[in-house]
């Protein structure tokens, strides 16, 4: 079974920072973060491959946002920098089964419950 928790989300003015984290339990997965504005779809930000060599970034987001994993706390980290409105979102925690790091939505296998980032002008 795995179990994937967020936290860290929370409102902020524009130009902040936050940093998500992802506590995870289980096997070692590639791990992505992906975020939902209201009346939009869910799109890839960020993801970090199994042993952390490689990273992924939305162009929206390169530059601004760092995924990093520390494998004793079991836990994945978004740093984010920068911050925009347009940022504002849910934003989830997933783990990727698949053999190679994915932007792919639907090739992530576990999901969190999701943490609010809201962003004001």
């Known amino acids: 079974q795995v179990q994937l928790v967020e936290s860290g989300g929370g409102l902020v003015q524009a130009g902040d920072s936050l940093r998500l984290s992802c506590a995870a339990s289980?096997?070692?997965?590639?791990m992505g973060w992906f975020r939902q504005a209201p009346g939009k779809e869910r799109e890839f930000v960020a993801g970090i491959n199994r042993n952390g060599g490689t990273t992924f970034y939305a162009t929206s987001v390169k530059g601004r946002f760092t995924v990093s994993r520390d494998y004793a706390k079991k836990t994945v980290y978004l740093q984010m920098n920068s911050l925009k409105p347009e940022d504002t979102a849910l934003y989830y925690c997933?783990?990727?089964?698949?053999?190679?790091?994915?932007?792919?939505?639907?090739?992530?296998?576990?999901w969190g419950q999701g943490t609010q980032v809201t962003v004001s002008s």
């Open positions: 289980g096997r070692t997965f590639n």
């Open positions: 997933a783990a990727s089964a698949r053999v190679s790091l994915t932007m792919e939505t639907y090739e992530y296998d576990y």
